[in-house]
Every structure is written in C-alpha cells, then in structure tokens.
C-alpha cells in the first residue's frame, strides 16, 4: 500500500520532532536521494511503489554513489546536504526517514532491503537484527 504524501511527511515530522513540514520534507529528499544510491533493481522499484510519488522519483532517481556507503558515512552525507546539519542532527534526520520507509516498506522488503546495504543499516531504519 502506497502511504499519501500527508501522512508520509506527518511520520517524518512527528520522529523527527520537526517544527515544520518543509524541515521534514527536506529530510525526506536527503535521506531517499542517497538510498537509492545504495539500492538496486526490483527491490528499488517495489519499495518505490509504496512512497508518495515525489518521494519515489527521487528514490527512482538518486545521487551517484561509487561504492555503497557504511552507516556512519551515510549520516555524514546525509549531514553535508542538509544546510546547518551535524552528524548528531543528521543521524536524527536519517532514522526519522528510515523509520517511515521501513513502515511503508513492510517485513519482507525491508528483509531485501538490508540484504543490499551494508551492515549496521538496520539501526538506522529502527529495525535491529538479531546478531
């Protein structure tokens, strides 16, 4: 199920403790510009489908990534793009989006999904793995 752009952004902006919608929404096109970037093929496209479509053009349609990123560089990206961004606040940007993807994204994806990325990213979804 596709959630709708309201409610999406109503998530980020509740995780995130963000003061506006625009603050979550600047967040939201981070943090999925840079993991589609790190996702591939059927498991990019399906978990597209179930974002509001502005949401999943940017996933469709990423920033160039050479190598997949661990989760400490993803927040330090996440950070270099969002204008005034620590890493504190980064990783606060990043597991408020993540957080909401993985809802959207249900168990079986999110499964696929962390298969693609490297380890650690299940903490930055809110989704710690059994070790």
């Known amino acids: 199920m596709t959630l709708r752009w309201e409610a999406f952004l109503d998530h980020v902006k509740e ?14 096109r981070v943090v999925l510009a840079l ?7 059927g498991v990019r496209a399906q978990l597209a489908a179930r974002l509001p479509e502005a949401f999943a053009l940017i996933l ?3 920033l160039q990534s050479a190598e997949p990123l661990p989760p400490e560089r993803f927040v330090r990206a996440t950070a270099a793009w ?3 961004a620590t890493e504190a606040t980064a990783t606060w940007d990043v597991s408020a989006v993540l957080s909401t993807v993985a809802d959207a994204a249900g168990d ?3 499964e696929q999904i962390l298969l ?3 380890a650690g990213y299940d903490l930055l979804f809110g989704r710690p793995q059994p070790t």
């Open 108 to 110: 079986d994806l999110m």
């Open 82 to 84: 969002i204008e005034g």
């Open 35 to 41: 993991l589609g970037a790190h996702l591939v093929g």
């Open 15 to 28: 995780r995130g403790e963000y003061k506006t919608v625009q603050e979550a929404e600047r967040a939201a």
């Open 116 to 118: 693609q990325l490297p």
């Open 60 to 62: 469709l349609n990423p």
